[in-house]
C-alpha cells in the first residue's frame, strides 16, 4: 500500500490517544509501533524504560520516517509517571484471571475511547514487553483491558501488530469513509446506450442464425442483457463493446 | 499479547481467503505475512515469483512457526496461474486511476467477501510488491478493490501490516465474541452487600463528625454511593473494603 501524499505530512497535532510501551526489548518493534501509529493518525508515543535506551537507530530506521514526522517521544523510567496526566488507561493483553476488569474487544473499545475523547478525556494505550506482556501491576492501572480476538491457536501478536490494529480501530471509529462501494473515476454509461447496444447485439445475432431455438429467443436475450448489465460499462466501454462487435462481423473500422 | 493455546494448534483446514503476494521482495515480510494470517485464522498463502526463491529461511524466522503450521506454500510464475481455481479476486491497493472497479473499504469487502464464501464462492486477496505495489495488469484481473483508509499524509503500510488489516476484518466480519463489554472471573457483589456497606460507611463516618454541613449530608451521600457503584465490587472487594473502614477507625482486625 503506497500512496503518501508528502504535502499533507505534518507534525501531527497530540490528538488522539497516547500509546505507551512499557519495557519494550527491540528498537525495530518500537519503530514498527510508531508507522502503525502514524498510518492510522495517532502521533504520540510514550516509552517506559526502553532496554537499549533512547534514541535507537533501528526504531529510525524500522518507523519508515514515522519517528521524524511525530512530536518526541517521551521517555520515562515507571508506568504512573508515563500516564500520570491522562484521564484513562486501556491495557493491552490476554483476559486478566485475577483482577476485576472490563474487557473490551479493539473494536469496542474504540467506541469507548471516542466517547471519552468528546468528552475532554485524554485516553493511554498501554502494551507490554515483547515476550513477557504487560505486568499484573500495569494492568491494575488501568480502567479497562483490550484483548484483540485472534485464532486462538495462534494468538501470539508481534507488538507492532497489536498497536496496528488497536489504533487502526481508533481511526476506523472515527472514519469518514463511505462503508459502502464505491466506484472508479467513469460513470456508469446511461440506460439509452446500453439499450441501443443490446438491440444491435440481438439484430447482429439474429442476422447470423444465432437464435435457431426459436422459442429460446426471449430467455436468451433476457439473460444476454443481465449479463451485459453486470459488468456496468461506461459510455467508453459501451463503445469499445460495438467496436468489437464490428470486428467480430467483419465490418470495417471507422 | 501472548497467549497462544498449542492444543488448539493445527494444520487448518484450507478455508477462508486465499492470500496471494506477488512478487515479493523480502522473506521477512513474507512470514510477517504468514504470522498475520494465522494470527487471523487464514492459513493458504501463495506466492507469485518471489525475489529470493522459496523456501526463504528468513521468512521462517520472520513467521513465528505460522509458516510450519500452515499448509505449505505453493509457489507460481505468474498471477494467473496463481488465482486460477478462484472464483473472486480483491486487489489491496491504492485507488486505481484509470480503471472502473468497485472500490471498498477493507471493512465493507469483509462482509463481501463472507457473503460470497456463504454461497461457496473461493476468495483471493491480492497484495503487490513492497515498494511497487501492484501492477495495473494484476489490477485488471480483480473483481473489486480494496483501499484501506488510512492518514492520508502517512498512508505508506507495510506489507505484513496490510495483510493482517485484510486478514483481521475478514476475521471480524465472522467474529461471535461479545463486542459488548465483559466483566472479569469475578460476579459483582449483591445490592445488599453494597447497601450494608454504605450503611455502614456513613454510620462510621456520621459518628466522627464527617457530615457537619448537615443540610448537604443527603447530596453527600448520594454523591458517595454513586462512587462506590461505580467501582462495580465484588463481594471479596467488598469485604476488603469493610477491613479498610475498620483499620481506618482503629478497630482490630479479626
Avoid at 497516547?18 to 519503530?31: A, K, S
Avoid at 513477557?132 to 507492532?160: C, K, M, Q, W, Y
Avoid at 473515476?185 to 440506460?191: E, V
Wanted: charged letters at 25%; hydrophobic letters at 45%.
Amino acid at each position: 500500500m503506497t500512496g503518501t501524499d508528502r504535502s499533507q505530512l505534518s507534525t501531527a497535532p497530540a490528538r488522539g490517544p497516547v500509546v505507551i510501551l512499557t519495557h519494550p526489548q527491540m528498537g525495530e518493534n518500537i519503530g514498527a509501533a510508531a508507522r502503525a501509529m502514524l498510518n492510522c493518525g495517532v502521533s504520540e508515543l510514550r516509552i517506559v524504560n526502553p532496554r537499549d535506551g533512547w534514541p535507537n537507530e533501528r526504531a529510525e530506521a524500522m518507523s519508515a520516517g514515522a519517528l521524524a514526522a511525530m512530536p518526541p517521544v517521551q521517555v520515562y523510567a515507571t508506568t504512573e509517571d508515563a500516564i500520570s496526566d491522562l484521564n484513562f488507561i486501556y491495557a493491552t493483553t490476554a483476559r486478566p484471571r485475577d483482577m476485576v476488569k472490563q474487557v473490551m474487544t479493539a473494536r469496542s473499545a474504540a467506541a469507548d475511547m471516542r466517547a471519552r475523547e468528546s468528552r475532554g478525556e485524554r485516553i493511554g494505550l498501554l502494551f507490554g514487553a515483547e515476550r513477557s506482556g504487560l505486568v499484573n501491576e500495569d494492568i491494575a492501572l488501568s480502567g479497562a483491558v483490550i484483548t484483540i480476538p485472534l485464532n486462538p491457536g495462534f494468538a501470539s501478536l508481534n507488538l507492532g501488530q497489536a498497536v496496528l490494529l488497536v489504533t487502526y480501530e481508533w481511526m476506523m471509529a472515527g472514519d469518514r469513509t463511505a462503508d459502502t462501494l464505491t466506484v472508479g473515476d467513469s460513470f456508469p454509461a446511461t440506460q439509452a446506450s446500453m439499450t441501443e447496444l443490446y438491440r444491435r447485439l440481438e439484430e447482429e445475432l439474429e442476422d447470423r442464425g444465432f437464435f435457431r431455438a426459436r422459442d429460446m429467443k426471449p430467455t436468451i436475450i433476457r439473460n444476454l442483457r443481465s449479463m451485459l448489465v453486470r459488468a456496468g460499462m461506461t459510455d467508453q466501454e459501451v463503445k469499445t463493446f460495438h467496436g468489437i462487435i464490428s470486428a467480430l462481423i467483419g465490418k470495417k473500422m471507422k
